[in-house]
């Protein structure tokens, strides 16, 4: 039976896994040492869970276990990373090298650092989302100690040519972080095939738990250094103190290890799904613009304008799926989205769009229904007059039980 409303919103985060939560389990029970006690044997078990985690995870990104340093999650990853370049190397050069499309974890630190007098570039891409290598080559002068470039982008899908990405950074011998929060699970990253010094991970968008994530730091050809942006018991090698969640490496360690038997296997599902999905959408409504990479993009992204919509009163027309709007919705006035902006798509259009992530729990069945729902609701909002206040907001269908059930909702073909 489905669970309602149905997720669709994978790429913000993702359910744990039950296998996830069961490996888990026993380290929030009996098995809670800390893995710092050397005296005892919850210390122990402790300890050995969480460096049998440490290689799951290192294992899926192609990592020695030894640079891989446990975090609360990708933006902290993130921030010691670039932070941490910035005040160990700063004596080397002051220029930092980033890209429009980078998520807030990354734009926001690069614009902290600004702030404290680093010379921050942020590169433009195409319309596709795409980085001009010529111009990486170009913004990389003498004193750039650092190029900070994600490997899939969360709002769109897109896959950075990394490899590519790295060796240029390699050419000029500059340190390379890249943030693979979206990419771990979903496609194959490999720090050493890419030539990646520091990579961010993240738990929670691979179906382990929130609140955990990684660093890994390249330890030789270069061995990378940072200055820690906590200081305290000296855990993780110094560089990151703080005692270590071990239920939630142990989860972390174990959504890794599932991902890496069921990447290839998964990607195809999901991609199918998407497909389904968007030729369903397609053959029923006109006026559909395709935002994100779906030819050479993640799987599971698919991030839709509909012209003459309104994302958000799409979204309200439709309180029984979970989709996010492809905006910054923190404020009261929605803001267009920075990535869709810098594709070069309008305001009125990046207002108009949602963000579909599809993920491993999603059925056909599912996608199926959603594809109606979508279809029904745009057209609904396209037949009212524009509206003259928020107050007419509310003029599609309120759900009944009825329409969330799934038997009473055929597929649109
Ligand atoms: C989710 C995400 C982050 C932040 O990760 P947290 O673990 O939630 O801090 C950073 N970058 C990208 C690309 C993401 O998708």
Redesign the pocket.
């Known amino acids: 039976m489905a669970t309602y409303p149905i997720y669709l919103d994978n790429l913000a985060t993702t359910p744990v896994d039950p296998r996830v939560a069961d490996a888990m389990d026993p380290y929030l029970t009996e098995a809670f040492g800390n893995p710092a006690s050397r005296t005892h044997r919850y210390g122990h078990e402790a300890r050995e869970a969480v460096e049998s985690a440490r290689r799951d995870v290192a294992t899926l990104a192609g990592a020695e276990p030894r640079a891989i340093i446990f975090t609360s999650?990708?933006?902290?990853a993130?921030n010691m990373a670039i932070q941490g370049v910035a005040g160990y190397y700063s004596n080397r050069g002051r220029r930092i090298i980033t890209c429009r499309t980078e998520?807030p974890?990354v734009l926001d630190t690069c614009a902290a650092l600004a702030g404290r007098g680093f010379d921050v570039v942020v590169l433009d891409v195409d319309t596709g989302g795409h980085l001009d290598l010529d111009a990486l080559h170009q913004a990389i002068s003498d004193d750039t100690i650092l190029v900070s470039i994600?490997l899939a982008n969360?709002e769109i899908g897109v896959i950075h040519d990394v490899a590519a990405i790295g060796r240029v950074c390699k050419e000029h011998g500059v340190l390379f972080h890249c943030?693979a929060?979206?990419a771990l699970g979903k496609i194959v990253v490999d720090v050493e095939a890419m030539q990646i010094d520091l990579l961010s991970l993240?738990g929670?968008?691979l179906y382990g738990p929130k609140g955990i994530?990684a660093l890994y730091c390249r330890r030789r050809d270069p061995h990378v250094r940072l200055e820690p942006i906590l200081y305290g018991g000296g855990h993780e090698r110094g560089f990151r103190s703080g005692t270590l969640n071990v239920p939630g490496i142990v989860g972390f360690g174990r959504a890794c290890a599932i991902a890496n038997r069921e990447l290839d296997a998964e990607a195809e599902r999901i991609h199918a799904l998407r497909t389904n999905l968007l030729s369903q959408i397609q053959s029923n409504l006109d006026g559909v613009q395709v935002n994100s990479d779906v030819e050479q993009g993640l799987a599971g992204c698919l991030n839709l304008s509909f012209d003459g919509v309104d994302a958000m009163d799409l979204i309200e027309c439709m309180p029984d799926v979970a989709v996010s709007t492809g905006s910054a919705c923190t404020t009261a006035i929605p803001k267009p989205s920075h990535v869709l902006r810098a594709l070069g798509i309008s305001p009125e259009r990046a207002l108009s769009s949602i963000r579909i992530g599809l993920g491993r729990f999603n059925t056909a069945d599912e996608i199926g229904a959603v594809a109606c729902r979508i279809v029904e609701s745009v057209q609904q909002l396209r037949s009212v007059p524009p509206k003259q206040n928020s107050d007419d907001r509310n003029t599609c269908l309120q759900p009944n039980p009825e329409a969330l059930d799934r038997e009473n909702s055929s597929p649109v073909t």
């Open positions: 999650g990708a933006t902290e993130v998520h974890a994600m969360n943030d929060a979206q993240s929670h968008k994530g």
